[in-house]
């Protein structure tokens, strides 16, 4: 496989090292790293210790007792307690430097790696390091990037925000389409309600992510990806590092979003836009508790369930009729035996556990009067509202109410 892309290994006569490793169990790691060496050698690699340092973020993150901290690596010069550091738009002066054993080290030179302390604000993983003269030329260097970044994003967003509205502007009018060829319909749902037109409009929440760096944003979105709900979809339309903008409440505003910061504030522009245009930024330092927000937002969308809380039963003794105008109808005499029933309510006739009837009552008395409820150990006579129905002793009439309540999400992210 190796031989079609033109590598050859020295055991096949050519001149590529190769090293059998497994990371899991620790296999040959040394041999690699003489490996490492002896190409490095071989290929005249140097680096120059002199002049000003360059080098590479590795990662970044915040510790509670040092602070912000960045694992970087030097290509170039000699790093040194001190040293005025710029790294995207982040910069620092080097107050401590540690290796990998956490043990303090007075410099570092090409090739070694070492977590620094000193940053104003973090750097993100992959960002060029370079050592400035002077604190002044650092604060020029920072602020031309930052002009130039800000009007690159202006451009970037407002370019997002255009494709993403024609892009809802499509789906939407296709949408609108397909419901004019079918028509407008309507339903009735259980119980005497008025008909209600239905809207087949897709349930969603849509939210806008930042973080204050680019480990949190990606853990965030990973723990998204875990929720897999198609009855109300979770869209995510824009996320990124950095304190809320406006740029953010005006997409959020486009697509009815919710903002949500991770360890980040908003700018007091975009807060004042939140207001004005109504949209909610809300921040969490912890993911598991903007998790939470997010489902009882989700949970907020989805239509209400709908429950069957059984109130009491009742035995059927016997069949009688009753006269109602010129015709006789059934009449089921019955023994409340559990709860209390209520006429109001709901009513199942089961017979050997086979539903015969399920639905309102027409009457419930006891002995000759018209009541609206019967207790425990009272007998009644109960008429159902299908008069063709037709009663068994030893048949049972259960009363139930049915009640709305909110949903829950089922969504499980792991934690």
């Excluded at 169990?25 to 005249?44: F, H, P, S, Y």
């Excluded at 290509?75 to 550091?85: E, M, Y």
């Excluded at 006891?366 to 007998?379: N, Q, W």
Aim: hydrophobic share 40%; net charge negative.
């Amino acid at each position: 496989m190796l031989i079609q892309h033109g590598i050859m290994l020295e055991d096949a006569g050519g001149d590529v090292q190769y090293v059998p490793i497994s990371a899991l169990k620790g296999t040959n790691l040394d041999d690699l790293v003489e490996a490492i060496v002896l190409q490095a050698e071989l290929m005249d690699l140097k680096a120059d210790y002199n002049g000003l340092v360059e080098g590479v973020v590795i990662e970044s993150s915040s510790d509670q007792h040092r602070g912000k901290l960045a694992t970087i690596l030097v290509d170039r010069g000699t790093l040194r307690k001190g040293a005025i550091l710029v790294a995207g738009t982040a910069w620092a002066r080097v107050r401590a430097m540690f290796d990998d054993m956490k043990q303090t080290v007075s410099e570092v030179t090409p090739g070694n790696a070492v977590q620094l302390i000193g940053w104003r604000i973090l750097p993100s993983p992959g960002d060029l390091i370079l050592e400035m003269e002077s604190e002044k030329k650092a604060q020029m260097v920072l602020k031309w990037r930052e002009e130039n970044l800000k009007k690159v994003k202006q451009e970037e967003e407002y370019s997002e925000i255009s494709n993403k509205i024609e892009e809802h502007k499509k789906v939407y009018k296709a949408a609108l389409e397909a419901k004019r060829k079918l028509g407008r319909y309507k339903v009735r749902r259980e119980g005497p309600r008025q008909k209600e037109v239905v809207d087949t409009t897709e349930l969603k929440l849509s939210v806008i992510i930042k973080g204050d760096v680019d480990g949190s944003v990606e853990a965030i979105l990973d723990v998204l990806e875990t929720y897999t709900n198609t009855e109300c979809k979770l869209d995510v339309i824009h996320y990124g590092v950095g304190n809320v903008t406006t740029n953010d409440v005006e997409l959020a505003e486009a697509f009815n979003a919710i903002i949500y910061s991770f360890n980040v504030g908003a700018l007091k522009e975009a807060i004042d836009a939140a207001k004005d245009k109504k949209i909610t930024i809300k921040r969490h330092n912890v993911i598991y508790k903007l998790v939470g927000d997010l489902k009882d937002e989700i949970e907020k969308l989805l239509p209400f369930q709908e429950l069957e809380e059984i109130i009491g039963e009742a035995n059927v003794m016997q069949q009688f009729d009753v006269t109602e105008g010129k015709k006789k109808v059934p009449v089921a005499g019955c023994l409340c035996t559990k709860g209390v029933l209520k006429k109001k309510a709901f009513f199942r006739l089961l017979r050997e556990g086979e539903i015969i009837y399920e639905g309102t009552l027409e009457s419930m008395r006891h002995l000759k009067t018209e009541v609206d409820s019967i207790k425990k150990d009272v007998e009644c006579g109960l008429r159902l509202a299908d008069s063709t129905v037709r009663y068994l002793p030893g048949d049972t009439i259960v009363c139930y109410i049915k009640k709305k309540e909110p949903r829950k999400s089922d969504w499980d992210p792991g934690f």
